[in-house]
């Protein structure tokens, strides 16, 4: 059992208070799921030529007190790429003019304990274990600014309760997805892409759903038609709550036993596992209010 929010505001005043008006729906999921948590925030899009990489230094001997200038000083040094870092403890938002891989394989090679979270030109993410409300206030999650997010409260069923085993998941950039109910067979998914290059980094069902869009969406088809060919190879209960640039996209099994409330105003599109952690918002009680099909796409742009 886990806890999924989503929050996508309408109106670009609204935009400051994202983090404020989730910090409430988040913590609102701890009894679904108290051992870790985590969210995908999404911001205005930098330049094509820049990206953000998210890194996660708590595996690391350091931890929050990890050298994050340092690793920014040898981005230059070694790369000759100018990198502005961003850091909060043991987590950092490394910003840089330049094509991300490069990057990616100069810290993966040089500090392999740091864990990438996530990549891409508006995503910025954070997970970590820990209560909801102890890594919303680790991460000041409350003054987080964007036009959405997505978020997720854990309790493991199978597999460890890890950093790196805590959603969101991502794949490819600029995509993230939570999920809440369990999948009976991502071996033989994993078995089935693995030989079609995607590699995996955890033994988390969830990452095998999200690499199987990676795989279909780097095939070329929209996230819709990726989620539509998932229905047909991803087996179990599940309800995934997904993040892009600009859209947040939610689907349900065919059966639908994982719950998931919608409620929806001119102001805002706010999802959550169940309605108390919807309760606090503005306006919810003149929103339309409903639960999601099984088996049907609802797709949001902000």
């Not at 995607?198 to 095998?208: G, L, M, Q």
């Not at 309605?275 to 902000?302: C, D, I, Q, T």
């Amino acid at each position: 059992m886990c806890g999924i929010v989503g929050l996508l505001v309408k109106k670009p005043a609204l935009r400051e208070r994202l983090g404020e008006l989730m910090v409430p729906m988040l913590i609102g999921m701890t009894e679904r799921g108290p051992d870790s948590a985590g969210l995908a925030v999404f911001t205005d899009s930098l330049a094509d030529s820049s990206r953000k990489i998210s890194v996660y230094s708590g595996l690391t001997a350091d931890g929050a007190d990890f050298n994050w200038q340092a690793l920014g000083h040898g981005i230059k040094t070694h790369l000759g790429i100018d990198a502005k870092v961003d850091a909060k403890g043991n987590h950092a938002v490394i910003t840089v003019q330049s094509a991300a891989e490069p990057v990616k394989h100069w810290i993966k090679e040089q500090h392999p304990m740091l864990h990438l979270l996530s990549t891409g030109r508006s995503i910025d993410l954070y997970k970590d274990i820990g209560t909801p409300a102890e890594v919303a206030d680790r991460y000041d999650f409350k003054h987080l600014k964007g036009s959405h997010l997505v978020g997720h409260t854990r309790m493991a069923t199978e597999s460890a309760v890890t950093p790196d085993r805590a959603h969101p998941f991502t794949a490819g950039e600029d995509f993230c997805l939570v999920h809440n109910g369990s999948l009976s067979n991502p071996n033989g998914i994993r078995r089935m892409l693995e030989p079609r290059g995607i590699t995996f980094e955890t033994d988390n069902d969830t990452e095998a759903a999200c690499r199987f869009l990676e795989w279909r969406l780097r095939e070329g088809d929209e996230l819709e038609v990726a989620l539509q060919k998932g229905f047909e190879e991803l087996d179990g209960f599940y309800t995934f709550l997904m993040g892009t640039p600009d859209s947040l996209a939610l689907i349900r099994d065919p059966f639908a036993c994982k719950p998931a409330v919608v409620a929806e105003t001119d102001d805002y599109v706010a999802i959550a596992s169940e309605f108390r952690s919807l309760a606090h918002l503005p306006g919810v009680n003149h929103a339309n209010v409903f639960e999601p099909a099984p088996e049907e796409m609802y797709v949001w742009k902000a």
